[in-house]
């Protein structure tokens, strides 16, 4: 599988998206006349997997989806994936898959995948809940119609005709450390043991160095010295996109806020080692933020940690 480093999953410009192209109204038409054209179905929030090789989607051929949907325009284009034009189709809630492949979330199926597919399927699925999400125009409430071979929905009445773009959520996460120990948090809902990074939405008005300060003093109480951006992940679970920092503490006592987190810790690499924590799975920002920090211990890297405890996963 291949993972550049400090891309994380979901990520990367495996498809090329054809910005330029969807200003020809004809383009969407064009590209489903292609041979080779392929779509991917959505279900719910479920999509298609191989049966037998779960690192891969199953596309389907336009027609298997057309009779699903209102019309082809219906159809969202991604652009060009693997030499061919790559739709998106949102299909309803029921599986019309003739048996074949896995049925699968993309939050199941994101440890399985393989990474250039993961992030295609992470596009398609982020496209199909925004447009689930923008049916009416948000200003005068009349029926939306997709454009721009889906990428946008306008307002259906010629006097509003405001247009409604894909939208992407800001939120910070971020692995604050005093040098030795990593300020890791807790929600209720989590499972027994689990810990991760502390994280949350930009609100408007903020920069994300406002929104990393205000969080982690939100939820623990504690103040930092120094921010330093590390790298992101979209987290289509609908619209996120996940910016990770590092920060360095300029205090340590901590203060949860119950509202927000459960607890929260100062963890030292050897609580880590000792299994004293279950860290979230080596396929999130979350992760890699951890072993950005872990990594320069001198006790082994966390990957290589991770491929040996039982908390890889949970
Ligand atoms: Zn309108």
């Keep these: ?58 596309l389907l051929a336009p027609e298997e989806c057309l009779d699903h949907l209102d019309g082809p325009e219906q159809l969202i284009l991604l652009g060009r ?7 998106v189709a949102d299909l309803g809630h029921a599986p019309a898959t003739q048996g074949r492949g896995q049925v699968l979330d993309l939050r199941m199926a994101g440890n399985l995948l393989d990474f250039n597919e993961a992030g295609m399927l992470a596009y398609a699925r982020a496209m199909v809940f925004w447009k689930r999400r923008h049916r009416h125009c948000g200003s005068c409430g009349a029926a939306a119609v997709p454009e721009r071979a889906g990428h946008v929905m306008r307002c259906s009445d ?19 450390t005093d040098g030795e120990r990593a300020l890791l948090g807790r929600q ?10 502390l994280a949350g939405f930009v609100e408007p008005g903020e920069s994300l160095e406002d929104t990393v300060h205000r969080e982690v003093f939100e939820e623990t109480g504690v103040r930092l010295a120094g921010i330093e951006y590390h790298s992101s992940q979209p987290w289509p679970f ?18 949860v806020d119950d509202d927000e987190l459960e607890d929260a810790r100062w963890f030292s690499r050897d609580d880590i080692t000792a299994g004293r924590v279950v860290l979230p799975p080596p396929t999130s920002v979350s992760f ?5 920090w872990f ?20």
């Design 81 to 87: 994936y693997r030499g061919a034009p790559l739709f």
């Design 238 to 255: 609908p619209s996120s996109l996940m910016l990770g920092f590092t920060a360095m503490a300029a205090s340590t006592d901590i203060r």
């Design 158 to 176: 010629g006097a509003c005709g405001a247009t409604w773009f894909p939208r992407v959520d800001p939120a910070i996460i971020v692995l604050v």
């Design 1 to 58: 599988m291949h993972r550049p480093p400090k891309i994380n999953l979901f990520a990367g410009a495996h498809v090329d998206r054809l910005a330029i192209d969807r200003r020809d109204p004809g383009v969407l038409t064009k590209a489903l006349g292609e041979a080779g054209a392929r779509v991917v179905p959505i279900w719910g929030s479920e999509t298609l997997i191989h049966e037998g090789d779960p690192a891969h989607a199953l």
């Design 188 to 197: 209720a809902a989590w499972p027994a043991g689990r810990y991760s990074t």
């Design 295 to 314: 990594d320069r211990g001198g006790v082994g890297t966390l990957a290589e940690l991770a491929g040996r405890c039982t908390w890889q996963g949970r």
């Design 288 to 292: 890699q933020l951890i072993s950005s």
